[in-house]
């Protein structure tokens, strides 16, 4: 009797010692982390989505270079850029969802009122806008964004000439493709809403979307995911910019203050710089600041990149000649303000369908603070003041 019971026991410790040595095994090749981070990110009852927050921040977004998780580099990885037209119209503050984007490119729309075309790519926002019309130089920015990237907007200039942004849609082959049109698509991809902000406002500020409705839109009526109908990926021949962690050395104070348009002070903007987060806060002509309306949260930008080009009027015979141009295609003069700090640059855009790149002043790619980046195009008669 004592014999077998000698025999259980040590029957019992090879037992435990060879699932010891398994689990150490099977640990070592599929860490806790690995194994969490393959689940995929929680669908939330608002249609977003949320990520484990407390997986490592190891892969860095292709578009501004902030680290995120695997498990969201996983569902990025699912998707292709989305550009967002939304309005900076006073009726439309405070917008929603630009707090969640990783690049803003910013331009006068007509009439010295301002637009965003917003880049969303490695986050959900759950709401955003209000979405409004095309512009065409908007369009060539967001053409260099990689193999048919998708267009968010409510229509957009359509007069005949060198402004007609809907033309140029077509004409590029992105009507009823990569262009997500809100007058082809409607409801529930793109709906109105006349009680957000609990003001009364005309119809034209009132139209919303969220990224996730976009990007499954795009993925259940286009057939455009990471890839194509012919499995070529959006990213072929996409270079991301050069970033990096920011300097332990700072910049403690500075105000950078933007008058695109000289006699517009509804749309002049002041960008303060806060040490602490290494960004700068953005505040209105009026020193109040500009809020996300989801997030309840000050806008903000780790960079910002002023962009000297030519603007002038189309012609092409619209209302008091309001659509413009600019001169976004070649190379001109860019100011750098990143930690700050004032750097002076150069922009350059080869064509169309080439990635906006911008230079240090010895002609090498600028490198980045991991961040959100925010281009805003100033004319000449613009002015750009440091404080």
């Not at 009439?111 to 790519?121: D, E, K, N, P, S």
Request: charged letters at 15%; glycine letters at 8%; hydrophobic letters at 40%.
């Amino acid at each position: 009797m004592k014999k077998q019971t000698l025999i259980a026991l040590i029957a019992v410790g090879i037992f435990g010692v060879s699932a010891g040595i398994s689990m150490y095994i099977f640990s070592a090749v599929f860490p806790p982390t690995r194994l969490i981070q393959t689940v995929p990110p929680t669908k939330l009852a608002n249609g977003t989505v949320a990520f484990n927050p407390a997986l490592p921040k190891t892969q860095p977004c292709p578009m501004n270079g902030v680290k995120y998780s695997t498990q969201q580099e996983a569902w990025w990885k699912q998707h292709r850029p989305l550009i967002v037209m939304i309005e900076n119209s006073v009726d439309a503050r405070p917008q929603s969802g630009i707090s969640y984007a990783d690049q803003v490119f910013e331009a006068v729309a007509e009439g010295g009122i301002t637009r965003f075309a917003v880049l969303f790519y490695c986050q959900d926002a759950p709401e955003i806008g209000p979405v409004r019309s095309a512009r065409t130089y908007f369009i060539d920015f967001a053409s260099g964004f990689g193999a048919s990237p998708l267009y968010a907007h409510v229509g957009g200039a359509n007069a005949a000439g060198p402004a007609d942004a809907l033309g140029q849609l077509e004409q590029y082959g992105w009507a009823g493709y990569n262009d997500l049109n809100q007058f082809s698509i409607g409801f529930p991809a793109f709906w109105r809403d006349y009680t957000r902000t609990g003001k009364t406002v005309a119809t034209e500020h009132t139209m919303y979307s969220t990224t996730t409705k976009l990007w499954d839109f795009a993925k259940t009526s286009r057939g455009l995911t990471n890839v194509d109908k012919n499995g070529v990926a959006w990213d072929a021949n996409f270079v991301p910019y050069s970033f990096q962690d920011p300097a332990s050395q700072k910049g403690t104070t500075q105000k950078v203050s933007v008058q695109i348009w000289p006699d517009q002070n509804d749309y002049f903007v002041n960008w303060v710089y806060d040490v602490m987060s290494n960004t700068y806060k953005r505040f209105d002509g009026n020193n109040s600041p500009y809020i996300d309306f989801d997030t309840k949260k000050q806008l903000s930008a780790t960079t910002l990149v002023i962009l000297k080009m030519k603007e002038e009027n189309a012609s092409d015979g619209y209302l008091n000649n309001e659509h413009l141009l600019y001169d976004d295609i070649g190379v001109g003069n860019a100011t750098i303000f990143m930690e700050g700090k004032q750097i002076n640059g150069t922009w350059k855009k080869a064509s169309r369908t080439a990635q906006l790149t911008i230079y240090s002043a010895n002609g090498s790619p600028f490198p980045f603070d991991r961040g959100l980046i925010w281009f805003t195009i100033v004319p000449p008669e613009g002015t750009v003041s440091v404080q």
